[in-house]
């Protein structure tokens, strides 16, 4: 199981995360924010939880990039 949790109202835009990680991240049009795609949102935290271990190199690149250190990666 890889589980990807984004702090996204802590997030500046910077665009890298959808760079590394394309299939699970893309920016609002919103609010130009990052937004974890698929997740539940729980209190700002907003969390993927998913068996698909093909994406866990991506994610784990994200996580390394992100400038204010808001994505996390665990593989369980």
């Known amino acids: 199981m890889v589980i990807v949790t984004l702090q996204r109202d802590k997030c500046i835009g910077c665009n890298y995360c959808v760079e590394m990680a394309p299939g699970q991240f893309q920016m609002s049009k919103k609010d130009g924010k990052s937004v974890l795609l698929k997740a539940v949102n729980n ?23 992100c400038p204010v250190n808001i994505i996390t990666v665990k593989s369980t």
Do not use: N
């Not at 093909?54 to 994200?62: G, R, W």
């Open 43 to 65: 209190k700002g935290f907003h969390t993927l939880k998913s068996p698909d271990h093909s994406m866990e190199e991506a994610c784990f690149l994200a996580e390394k990039v």
